[in-house]
Every structure is written in C-alpha cells, then in structure tokens.
C-alpha cells in the first residue's frame, strides 16, 4: 500500500475559516454603507430646512402677502422633537395693528427618516428680514436612526447654514 498519495483540494476547516473572515468583512462594509446612508439623509434634510428658512427670510426682506389687504409682520418656522414634520405660519396685523393673526403656509416633512431631536420656533420680522429670537444664534437639530445627527444654525446676523454631524451652533 501507498499512503504517501498526494491530497489536493481545502479540508473542512479551512473552507470555514475563509468563510468566516468573509462574512465578517461583509458585515463591517453593510455597517459602512448603512451610515453613510444616514449621513445622506441627515445632510440632505439640513439642506431642506435651510433652503425653508431662507424662503422664510426672503418674504421677510419682500413683504410677500399670503393673504390679500394684509398688513405682514412675521414669517415663522416651527418644530417638534421627535416630529419629522414642521411648519411655516404668516402673521399680519390686525385692525389695532398688533402682530397677533396668523395663516398656515405649509407644513413641510423631512425627507428620509430623519427627526428633529429638539422643540422651538423662530422668525423674520418686516421690513429688514431680522431674527426676532434675542440670543446669537438658534439650532434647528435633527438626527437620523439617533446615530446621525445634524443641524441648521440661523445667526442673529441673519446667517443661515447647515451641520452634519454635530448638534449645536458654533
């Protein structure tokens, strides 16, 4: 008998053991892309709500009239934590010309599953388009899947701009 024969092919164990370092690779790059998926979607609701804000401001700087023989004082935004959905309202003055009636523009959702993990409100009054919320600056913070968080910062200055990957205004 011969027992000194020539074996070829992969024994069991080695055949897992690749196997095994495979779906591990796998696994790291499925968490890679999930997160840069959250990230998108953070990033382009950042870019929507800027984009809302900044619609807000310019009614402001113009006047704009949702409502005919008005006489506009404010353009607010506003938001609920945990909510996907926020608002845009008008107010006018009334007949004693106090800023006290207001009309829904519309109601807005962020796109991609992405929340706002904080409550507030602020907005632009007539006729120069100015913040009326007396610190430096308000957040508008978002987060998505509570791993991805981003946020849109508007200054006092009237600077409006967009963060991923932080919480807070610099």
């Known amino acids: 008998m011969n027992y000194s024969q020539k074996r ?4 069991l164990i080695e055949i897992l053991v690749v ?14 892309v999930n997160s840069g998926r959250n990230e998108e979607a953070v990033d382009a609701a950042t870019r929507t709500l800027v984009n ?12 704009k009239q949702f409502s005919n023989n008005t006489d506009p004082c404010l353009y607010q935004i506003a938001w609920t934590n945990g909510a996907s959905t926020y608002t845009t309202t008008y107010y006018y003055k ?10 829904g523009i519309a109601t807005f959702t ?16 007539l006729p ?6 007396g610190t430096a600056s308000v957040a508008l913070p978002v987060t ?6 981003g946020v849109v910062c508007a200054y006092k200055d009237g600077l409006i701009k967009n963060t991923v990957g932080g919480s807070t205004c610099p």
Do not use: H, W
């Open 144 to 149: 998505k899947a509570g791993s991805v968080s």
């Open 8 to 11: 070829t092919g992969f024994t």
């Open 128 to 133: 120069y388009g100015k913040p009326n919320f």
């Open 19 to 32: 196997v095994a370092i495979i779906s591990i690779m796998a696994g790291v790059i499925l968490a890679n």
């Open 110 to 125: 962020l796109p991609g599953g992405v929340l706002f993990s904080g409550t507030g409100s602020f907005g632009f009054t």
């Open 52 to 63: 809302t804000v900044r619609e807000l401001q310019q009614y402001a700087l113009t006047g």
């Open 94 to 103: 009334d007949a004693g010309g106090s800023c006290s009636q207001s009309l």
